[in-house]
């Protein structure tokens, strides 16, 4: 193992065990054995090939949202982190470039006369969102003019957008097609208002950390060990991001 490589696992594995945080709220990327209770998915695998890498054990924490897993990063309790890489975020957090992409769009209920992305951010328009997912926040930055209305969780904001008649879901597209199938005569909104950038980061004060951190996703992506991942969870909906 090289002098880096010593360093970087010193500050990634500080305990001597790599402590991989993950957003059990992303589908996508997060599941749950039903045999052994534990996180798997796309995100578990990677964060079990890093601490391979390292020659160190890996254990997976779960957190219920993406707010609670940044929430904890000061904190020191987990050393590398499965996340959307959002400005907000980054005060506490160092983040790679994206290793995967997904497409955040709204959907419309039936006889909505909203028909483009860009009709939706208009005066007296109410939008219902997750609160402090990656895309909730990317539209609390660029939102004009439209309110947005903030549940915990996905499901949730769905019960508030039918409840209440708001105008819009807004949503991860994969977990929108979910949403439409159970609202007869809703719409998906073609295109996308952005596309979440899911990274890895590490908490602050670990430099030589974060450049192994960066360099692994890069490898992870030419090598095609993330489309692999993808394709041996059978997920849909997620592009691989391209390299930084």
């Known amino acids: 193992m090289t002098d880096s490589t010593s360093v970087a696992r010193s500050e990634l594995a500080p305990t001597g065990t790599l402590r991989v945080a993950l957003n059990m709220s992303n589908f996508l990327l997060t599941a749950t054995d039903p045999v052994t209770g534990e996180p798997s998915g796309l995100a578990a ?9 390292l020659g160190v054990p890996v254990v997976l924490l779960p957190y219920p949202n993406p707010g609670a897993l940044a929430d ?42 909203l028909q483009t992305i860009a009709e939706v951010d208009r005066p007296g328009i109410r939008i219902a969102a ?15 003019h439209a309110q947005l209305v903030r549940e915990q969780g996905a499901e949730n904001a769905f ?3 039918v409840a209440d008649r708001l105008d819009a879901l807004a949503g991860l597209r994969p977990r929108l097609v979910t949403d439409q199938e159970a609202l007869p005569g809703s719409s998906l909104l073609e295109g996308r208002f952005t596309a979440v ?18 360099a692994f996703i890069e490898d992870i992506k030419t090598t095609g060990l993330v489309a692999r991942t993808i394709e041996k969870h059978n997920v849909r909906g997620l592009t691989v991001a391209s390299l930084a």
């Open 45 to 53: 695998d990677l964060g079990r090939e890093l601490g391979q890498r």
């Open 159 to 161: 019960k508030r957008f």
């Open 72 to 113: 904890a990063a000061p904190t020191g309790v987990w050393d590398v982190g499965f996340i959307g890489a959002e400005p907000q975020r980054a005060h506490a957090i160092d983040f790679t470039a994206a290793y995967v992409e997904i497409e955040a769009t709204y959907l419309v209920p039936p006889g909505s006369p």
């Open 130 to 144: 997750p609160a402090r997912s990656a895309y909730e926040l990317y539209l609390s930055r660029t939102l004009q």
């Open 197 to 214: 950038q899911q990274a890895a980061g590490t908490p602050k004060g670990r430099p030589v950390g974060a450049r192994y951190l960066c």
